[in-house]
């Protein structure tokens, strides 16, 4: 298993920006796809992008495309989003996850069931 703990998120108005942190521990780190999810008030949780072990693939959900950017820093035991031109419907908690195996895709981990880890979550609110 693999320890995820998510930070960055906040409040900030449409338009701005936020990048989010979730660090690793507990597995070797850069073996595994890494994604993150977000969970709306009253809506499923989402997929929103993923990113393979070496970095050079990533794979996002449409609605975020040309706005988001993951990225990690295997060295560090991190993973990031980069979230540009946020809009009052990108408010939800957002999740790190880690994939299963290492088999697992990028978009693979756009099913839930191929999520092995999760963060707690970290609020993102944007007002409009």
């Known amino acids: 298993q693999v320890q995820l703990v998510e930070s960055g998120g906040g409040l900030v108005q449409a338009g701005g920006s936020l990048r989010l942190s979730c660090a690793a521990s507990g597995r070797t780190f850069s073996s595994y796809v890494m994604g993150w999810f977000r969970q709306a008030p009253g809506k499923e949780r989402e997929f929103v992008a993923a990113i393979s072990w070496g970095g050079s693939t990533t794979y996002y959900t449409d609605s975020v495309k040309g706005r988001f950017t993951i990225s990690r820093d295997n060295a560090k035991n991190t993973v990031y989003l980069q979230m540009n031109s946020l809009k009052p419907e990108d408010t939800a908690v957002y999740y790190c996850?880690?994939?299963?195996?290492?088999?697992?895709?990028?978009?693979?981990?756009?099913?839930?069931?191929?999520?092995?880890?999760w963060g707690q979550g970290t609020q993102v609110t944007v007002s409009s």
């Open positions: 996850a880690a994939g299963k195996s290492r088999s697992t895709t990028t978009q693979a981990m756009g099913v839930h069931t191929n999520v092995g880890s």
